[in-house]
């Protein structure tokens, strides 16, 4: 039977596989007009591919800064609830060029989404096809073999599972993973009072309260998936043997139990991991390139990444 829940992510998945992507009004958020707002991403140099995956093309976006030598580079997944999202959006075209524009050049990529009958793992299957590609083409793209692998949200979901992958079938590893608001359990660990408290003044538009979380998790990867820990690696039994791992969560949340219960799960698992709780921060914070939380977030991730030189 279908709840609430289920009746709602079904109609928005409609509204997106029929009428397309939502217009974003806003409109200085492509790429001329965020080398307008910030000078220091003028150098950075922007070019469209595509990787050959399992089910077709996989669009990906590189950003570098051809006068800056390189040594991590870093393979960017967006989010958008597994049925929504574009390489345009800042969560991927402003991160791709800030990390650029301060020497880690960038691939960000897109996948298919869940819509007219695509489910888990064709949008997986996506990202491995785009990190592998990265990586034998390391030198060439990026200039350096040190690759790293990250993604927001439901991108986080991605990477994960494709971390999983790559460990089970003992391929070489990214050199850590980078998870932004992970949604990474299908059913939503509770969130602290702290967090609930902080929550309540949210608009109920913005949330992702638990029946919604399951919901989505169902949309994409359907009930067997909910037990796929390639689909959703919180439920995995070992993570033992991923990589080092970031993890930032925003503290006006309801997916930052998700963050924080993974980080636990890796530390248990004996897995090198940081866990950042933004203060100010809600979910998809990095889809807003004007806030101060998604500048320090991003400073973070850089100065993470940064580390491994």
């Given at each position: 039977m279908l709840t609430p829940a289920d009746l709602m992510v079904r109609a928005a998945a409609w509204y997106v596989g029929r009428r397309g992507e939502p217009v974003d009004a806003r409109t200085d958020i492509d790429t001329a007009s965020l080398k307008r707002r910030f000078a220091h991403l003028k150098p950075v140099e922007v070019t469209d591919l595509t990787v050959a995956g399992p089910h077709g093309p996989v669009?990906?976006?590189?950003?570098?800064?051809?006068?800056?030598s390189a040594h991590n580079a870093f393979v960017w997944v967006h989010g958008g609830a597994f049925f929504g999202g574009t390489l345009d959006m800042p969560e991927s075209n402003w991160v791709g060029l800030e990390l650029a524009a301060?020497?880690?050049?960038?691939?960000?990529?897109?996948?298919?989404?869940?819509?007219h009958g695509v489910k888990h793992p064709i949008p997986l299957d996506d990202v491995q096809a785009a990190w592998e590609h990265a990586t034998a083409h390391a030198d060439e793209l990026f200039g350096t073999a040190r690759v790293h692998l990250g993604g927001a949200s439901a991108g986080g979901a991605l990477i994960a599972g494709v971390a999983?992958?790559?460990?089970?079938?003992?391929?070489?590893l990214p050199a850590s993973l980078v998870l932004a608001y992970p949604f990474l359990h299908p059913d939503l660990p509770p969130n602290t009072a702290e967090t609930i408290a902080r929550m309540d003044d949210m608009p109920a538009r913005l949330r992702f309260r638990p029946p919604v979380v399951h919901?989505?998790?169902?949309?994409?990867?359907?009930?067997?998936?909910?037990h796929d820990p390639y689909a959703f690696a919180g439920i995995a039994d070992d993570l033992s043997g991923l990589p080092p791992t970031y993890i930032l969560v925003a503290a006006?949340?309801?997916?930052r139990s998700s963050g924080d219960q993974f980080a636990l799960q890796l530390r248990d698992a004996g897995v090198r991991v940081e866990l950042f709780a933004e203060r100010?921060?809600?979910h998809g914070h990095l889809n807003h390139p004007e806030a101060n939380s998604a500048q320090r977030s991003l400073t973070r991730i850089r100065a993470w990444i940064d580390a491994f030189s």
């Open positions: 669009p990906v976006r590189l950003y570098r800064d051809p006068a800056q301060h020497g880690i050049p960038t691939l960000s990529v897109d996948y298919h989404k869940a819509l999983l992958r790559l460990r089970d079938a003992k391929r070489p919901a989505l998790a169902k949309h994409y990867a359907r009930a067997a998936g909910l006006i949340d309801d997916l100010s921060a809600t």
